[in-house]
């Protein structure tokens, strides 16, 4: 029996009444991810509702889905900020098949098993099992899924509870039923991804503002690279020095030629020359380089983005050229 305990203990956070009664939030949450344990349920990101498919369904046609917004492609690309900047690393990503998910989970954590476990309602075993299946040892585990599943399976959280772009994290009891441990809101990713701002301390983001700080993310292709633009773009985009040291530091190669603090005075004169980049065209795309048309303050610009030889997942290089016949 002692011997199965402590195997238990090795597979799963398993929750005390003393966790079980106050939810952590923000440092606290992340301070526990880092132990691993625990499985993050991820809401995905904010979406476009002007589509909006039959619930349980998963139409072949992107222009039949409800697709991330503007914005949930900026929170998608903060959590993968977060996830890094505190060391948190998953074991296993599985997500429902719905593009607004897979998307979420590619920008957030990886490349997602995909699977309509996450994706039906009501619940099914398959489902149920799905959920209460505890991670690997010394690993999270991440689920990004729909609010249905997230409100079905965690116990305490109530419909309304967890928005898009949020999720519930939660520990094991020896049974394998989740048990909140937390909930990481919208304006906690940025709090997160950028101490000592004013959503850190408590302050709420503003999504009129956020919507003109992101990049629109269709014309960039749904590859490696272009992932990569994406978030870098949406890094940009914020005109916050803290974010954007996030992700050079947690996404481009070292390059000893380029130190971060020379990288970041790049950023600042880049930004405060062309302000916020709105992509309007795909100049050129490969699969590890894509050439962006886009609109700035100073007229249109390119932005070439290319991933590193050695690791696709990470960027070696962003460069900007104004179009041909601008000044």
Same mark, same amino acid.
């Given at each position: 029996m002692l011997h199965m305990l402590a195997a238990a203990l090795l597979v799963a956070h398993i929750v005390t009444p003393a966790e079980d009664s106050a939810q952590a939030r923000r440092e606290a949450l992340m301070n526990k991810l880092r132990t691993g344990g625990y499985t993050v349920m991820l809401r995905h990101a904010r979406t476009d509702y002007s589509v909006q498919e039959p619930q349980g369904t998963v139409p072949a046609e992107r222009s039949a889905q409800r697709n991330l917004s503007d914005e949930g492609i900026r929170d998608a690309a903060l959590m993968g900020v977060v996830f890094r900047r505190y060391g948190i690393s998953f074991g296993e990503i599985i997500a429902s098949p719905m593009f607004r998910a897979v998307e979420t989970a590619e920008m957030a954590a990886g490349k997602p098993k995909t699977t309509m476990a996450l994706r039906v309602f009501p619940s099914t075993p398959e489902q149920a099992a799905l959920v209460k299946t505890a991670p690997k040892p010394g690993t999270n585990r991440l689920l990004v899924t729909h609010h249905f599943v997230i409100e079905t399976h965690v116990p305490g959280v109530k419909p309304g509870d967890v928005g898009e772009s949020?999720? =519930?994290?939660?520990?094991?009891?020896?049974?394998? $039923?989740?048990?909140?441990?937390?909930?990481?809101? @919208?304006?906690?990713?940025?709090?997160?991804? %950028?101490?000592?701002?004013?959503?850190?301390?408590?302050?709420?983001? %503003?999504? $009129? %503002?956020? &919507? *003109?700080?992101?990049? /629109? /993310?269709?014309? #960039? /292709?749904?590859?490696?690279?272009?992932?990569?633009?994406?978030? !870098?773009?949406?890094?940009? %985009?914020?005109?916050?020095?803290?974010?954007?040291? *996030?992700? #050079?530091?947690?996404?481009?190669? *070292?390059? /000893? =030629?380029?130190?971060?603090?020379?990288?970041?005075? &790049? !950023?600042?004169?880049?930004?405060?020359?062309?302000?916020? @980049?709105?992509?309007?065209?795909?100049?050129?795309?490969?699969?590890?380089?894509?050439?962006?048309? =886009?609109?700035?303050?100073?007229?249109?610009?390119?932005?070439?983005?290319?991933?590193?030889? $050695?690791?696709?997942?990470?960027?070696?290089?962003? $460069?900007?050229?104004?179009?041909?016949?601008?000044?």
């Amino acid at each position: 029996m002692l011997h199965m305990l402590a195997a238990a203990l090795l597979v799963a956070h398993i929750v005390t009444p003393a966790e079980d009664s106050a939810q952590a939030r923000r440092e606290a949450l992340m301070n526990k991810l880092r132990t691993g344990g625990y499985t993050v349920m991820l809401r995905h990101a904010r979406t476009d509702y002007s589509v909006q498919e039959p619930q349980g369904t998963v139409p072949a046609e992107r222009s039949a889905q409800r697709n991330l917004s503007d914005e949930g492609i900026r929170d998608a690309a903060l959590m993968g900020v977060v996830f890094r900047r505190y060391g948190i690393s998953f074991g296993e990503i599985i997500a429902s098949p719905m593009f607004r998910a897979v998307e979420t989970a590619e920008m957030a954590a990886g490349k997602p098993k995909t699977t309509m476990a996450l994706r039906v309602f009501p619940s099914t075993p398959e489902q149920a099992a799905l959920v209460k299946t505890a991670p690997k040892p010394g690993t999270n585990r991440l689920l990004v899924t729909h609010h249905f599943v997230i409100e079905t399976h965690v116990p305490g959280v109530k419909p309304g509870d967890v928005g898009e772009s949020e999720a =519930a994290v939660v520990g094991h009891a020896p049974d394998g $039923t989740p048990q909140l441990i937390g909930i990481i809101k @919208l304006n906690d990713w940025k709090a997160l991804a %950028n101490p000592g701002s004013a959503s850190s301390a408590g302050g709420s983001v %503003n999504t $009129t %503002n956020a &919507s *003109a700080h992101s990049a /629109p /993310p269709a014309a #960039i /292709p749904d590859t490696p690279v272009g992932k990569l633009a994406r978030g !870098y773009l949406s890094a940009f %985009n914020t005109g916050d020095g803290k974010v954007m040291r *996030a992700f #050079i530091e947690a996404t481009f190669i *070292a390059d /000893p =030629a380029r130190p971060i603090e020379e990288r970041m005075k &790049s !950023y600042a004169k880049i930004f405060d020359d062309f302000g916020v @980049l709105h992509v309007v065209s795909v100049d050129s795309s490969s699969a590890a380089s894509v050439t962006l048309g =886009a609109q700035s303050k100073r007229g249109p610009v390119q932005v070439t983005i290319k991933s590193a030889e $050695t690791d696709a997942a990470r960027l070696a290089s962003v $460069t900007f050229g104004f179009k041909q016949g601008h000044p």
